[in-house]
């Protein structure tokens, strides 16, 4: 049965990661403070599911940061489909821009392709400490609540939702442990994703321009405290 519920779920149609928006643009006010933003990971950090940028995390956290004396400079370095084990090239190219705040948002391919949660911790944990000796306040948002997904039948819902917890908490402990800040998706918005089918886009799969706003608020409390923090000790 759970390979033919896989079989399934692996041949539903998706959003094609092309239709994603580029994620990057200019936020706020003309002068003062300067920030840099960049998004890192997966579908998710892309914004696969969505045909506006100003729908993307990124640029819906940009827009919370930005100001009249703060303008924000968004870029994106993630890629559909992405787990753990690819972050390294998306880590040189965020690099290159020199970014004061970093956001992950990873774990949805390792928890459905069966990562192992060492090579979890060890892939992440990287990504994470190479991102703050390069100068960055990094934050993760880890694996979201995979049993809110109605394209998975059950009882693969509950082992993919299994499998996601796991995820979450190992990519929590590594990123702790490199000195970046974990946000537990699951906990924030799974609820929400779970009772409102409107979060996810026509694919039952990728979040909805209401889902990914709901990412970036859950994200936000964490994102502004690591902005405060760099300003303190500038």
Do not use: K
Not at 21 to 48: C, K, N
């Amino acid at each position: 049965m759970l390979a033919a519920e896989v079989w399934a779920a692996a041949r539903r149609r998706y959003a094609a990661a092309g239709t994603a928006p580029p994620v990057e643009g200019d936020y706020g006010g003309p002068g003062g403070e300067r920030l840099r933003l960049v998004l890192l990971g997966d579908s998710t950090g892309a914004g696969v599911g969505v045909t506006r940028t100003e729908d993307t995390v990124g640029a819906v956290l940009a827009r919370r940061l930005a100001g009249p004396t703060r303008r924000v400079r968004l870029a994106g370095a993630a890629i559909a489909g992405s787990g753990t084990g690819d972050l390294g090239p998306q880590v040189s190219r965020a690099l290159l821009g020199r970014p004061d705040v970093a956001v992950v948002l990873v774990g949805t391919t390792d928890a459905t392709s069966g990562a192992a949660l060492t090579a979890v911790r060890e892939n992440l944990g990287d990504a994470v400490r190479r991102l703050v000796a390069g100068g960055a306040a990094v934050v993760v948002g880890t694996c979201p609540d995979l049993g809110a997904s109605r394209v998975f039948a059950q009882p693969l819902r509950s082992v993919v939702a299994w499998r996601g917890r796991r995820v979450a908490a190992a990519s929590a402990e590594a990123t702790r442990e490199a000195g970046g800040v974990p946000v537990d998706l699951a906990e924030q918005v799974g609820p929400v994703f779970r009772a409102d089918r409107a979060a996810y886009c026509e694919d039952g799969f990728h979040p909805s321009a209401d889902g990914y706003r709901l990412i970036a608020e859950a994200l936000l409390p964490a994102v502004d405290d690591a902005v405060a923090e760099r300003a303190t000790l500038q």
